[in-house]
T-cell receptor, first 115, second 114 residues
C-alpha cells in the first residue's frame, strides 16, 4: 500500500481565483489520478497525471480549467482555475502501482468551497 | 451509457446482524468489481476485489458475490458492529491493462446501531 497526503485539507476561496492542491506519496508509483466528489455523489475521474508528459483528461474536463503537474513519481498538483461555486467539491488524489491499477489508494481529500 | 446503481442511499441495521449491500450495473462488462469503504472526511479505502470469473470472495467478516449474468454484486458484512458504519462504494474496472479506468457508484451509507 501507499501513504498519501494532500494539502490543503480544506479551503474557502473566492470566485475567480485559483487553488493548487498538492498530492505527496511516500513511495514511487506508476500512476496518479485526480478525482472529484461532489456531496452525495460518486467519484468522478478528472484526469490521469503522467510523469514527464501532459495529463490525460476525461470527457468534460479540460487542461485550461484543471492544469496538472507531475514532476516526479511521488508528487503531483492539481490547480482549479478561475473558480466558480460549481467547483465546490472534494478533490481526491489516488495512486496505483505498476501492473496493479485495479488497487487504488486514495489521499484524504481536499474540501474546496467557492463563495 | 454505463450506469452503476447501489441499492439505497442509506441502510440502518442492528448490531450483530448481517448487512447486505447491492450493486447493479448496466451497459458494462467489467473485468473486476471492487468495494471500497469511505468514512466522513476521508478518502475511500480499498476492501475487496472480485474478478469476472469468480463467484465469491471472502475476507474476514466480509463476503462479496459477483453475478455477471444478473450484472449484480452483493456485499455482506456478517456480525456487524457500530465500527462498520461508513459509506460503501462499489466500483467497476473494464479491463486488465494499466489504461483501464475505475467507475464508481454513488455509495450506500451504512449505519449499525448498538
Amino acid at each position: 500500500s501507499a501513504v498519501i497526503s494532500q494539502k490543503p485539507s480544506r479551503d474557502i476561496c473566492q470566485r475567480g481565483t485559483s487553488l493548487t492542491i498538492q498530492c505527496q506519496v511516500d513511495s514511487q508509483v506508476t500512476m496518479m489520478f485526480w478525482y472529484r466528489q461532489q456531496p452525495g455523489q460518486s467519484l468522478t475521474l478528472i484526469a490521469t497525471a503522467n510523469q514527464g508528459s501532459e495529463a490525460t483528461y476525461e470527457s468534460g474536463f479540460v487542461i485550461d480549467k484543471f492544469p496538472i503537474s507531475r514532476p516526479n513519481l511521488t508528487f503531483s498538483t492539481l490547480t482549479v482555475s478561475n473558480m466558480s461555486p460549481e467547483d465546490s467539491s472534494i478533490y481526491l488524489c489516488s495512486v496505483a502501482t505498476s501492473g496493479r491499477t485495479y488497487e487504488q489508494y486514495f489521499g484524504p481529500g481536499t474540501r474546496l468551497t467557492v463563495t | 451509457s454505463q450506469k452503476i446503481e447501489q441499492n439505497s442511499e442509506a441502510l440502518n441495521i442492528q448490531e450483530g446482524k448481517t448487512a447486505t449491500l447491492t450493486c447493479n450495473y448496466t451497459n458494462y462488462s467489467p473485468a473486476y468489481l471492487q468495494w471500497y469503504r469511505q468514512d466522513p472526511g476521508r478518502g475511500p479505502v480499498f476492501l475487496l476485489l472480485i474478478r469476472e470469473n469468480e463467484k465469491e470472495k471472502r475476507k474476514e467478516r466480509l463476503k462479496v458475490t459477483f453475478d455477471t449474468t444478473l450484472k449484480q454484486s452483493l456485499f455482506h458484512i456478517t456480525a456487524s458492529q457500530p465500527a462498520d458504519s461508513a459509506t460503501y462504494l462499489c466500483a467497476l474496472l473494464s479491463g486488465y491493462s494499466s489504461a483501464s479506468k475505475i467507475i464508481f457508484g454513488s455509495g450506500t451509507r451504512l449505519s449499525i446501531r448498538p
